[in-house]
């Protein structure tokens, strides 16, 4: 009889915030598989784990999926674990989970930690719908360009951003998104927690006095207006997405998405200069 592959959720930052079922999946599986060995060993270590553990992480993905998938048919169960929250959310994961449901093998969840969702709820933003976007793209170009797609989204924006680059994607933020209600999460269940609520230019200018920005962030931006309130010209609108960094064609597309236009109509409303970047 085949094993049971386990999605196991694991603390975020406070050790505390793990399920007693998650704690005890990991002591009877045969095998965890982390995506570093090491930062699970801490945790494993507090609650007196002592199950075998093996590396599985976005270099070794598709190698070790096969060997986990042999091993699971063999009769083992393996409990898959990110470094913190719950897998395959921005961790690798997917080809584990794929190859098991296509070979029969019963994948059971077992939830617990979600940066997004602790972030969420204790935002202050609407928590009725929300769209998560995952770590935007590391270049303000084309950063500004998938924001510019999301700017219509009718749903609270969560985000996962790096120390680094925090203060870079909060100038584009305020760019294309303009002075939407945001939220700066920080360090979640951490000693250093923090919440930091304005505008992303306000929080930019914040963050830019402190001697350093350290710790993971998760970032919350207020829904969009309605899209009815959307009545500049469509050529005007065009331009305003081009001026923030967007190709012209897709300017055209995103805004005939957000008028509920098609991209012919839009295309002949913006007249020769979208001809002329054919």
Do not use: W
Not at 14 to 27: F, S
Request: glycine letters at 6%.
């Amino acid at each position: 009889m085949a094993g049971t592959l386990y999605l196991v959720a694991t603390p975020i930052g406070n050790l505390e915030d793990i399920t007693y079922r998650a704690v005890r999946v990991l002591n009877e599986a045969g095998l965890i598989a982390c995506e570093d060995t090491r930062q699970t060993r801490k945790l494993l270590d507090h609650y007196g784990i002592r199950t075998p553990t093996v590396s599985y992480h976005e270099h070794n993905e598709a190698p070790r999926a096969a060997e986990l998938v042999e091993k699971l048919q063999q009769g083992l169960s393996v409990a898959l674990v990110s470094d913190a929250g719950t897998p395959l959310v921005s961790d690798p994961g997917y080809r584990l989970v794929q190859r098991a449901i296509e070979n029969g093998i019963r994948v059971e969840p077992v939830p617990g930690a979600s940066a997004i969702l602790a972030a969420l709820t204790a935002s202050g933003l609407p928590s009725d719908e929300f769209h998560f976007a995952g770590f935007l793209p590391p270049k303000s170009g084309r950063r500004r360009r998938v924001l510019e797609n999301l700017k219509a989204e009718d749903a609270t924006l969560v985000l996962y951003e790096s120390p680094h680059r925090i203060l870079e994607t909060l100038e584009d933020l305020a760019v294309v998104l303009g002075n939407r209600p945001t939220v700066l999460a920080r360090e979640i269940t951490k000693l250093h927690e923090e919440f930091v609520r304005g505008t992303p230019a306000e929080l930019k200018e914040l963050l830019q006095a402190r001697v350093s920005i350290k710790g993971e962030i998760t970032l919350l931006v207020g829904k969009a207006l309605h899209a009815e309130n959307d009545d500049a010209p469509l050529a005007q609108a065009v331009e305003e997405c081009v001026q923030s960094g967007m190709p012209r064609m897709e300017a055209i597309k995103a805004v005939a998405r957000r008028r509920g236009l098609s991209k012919r109509e839009v295309y002949k409303a913006c007249g020769p200069a979208a001809a002329s970047d054919r």
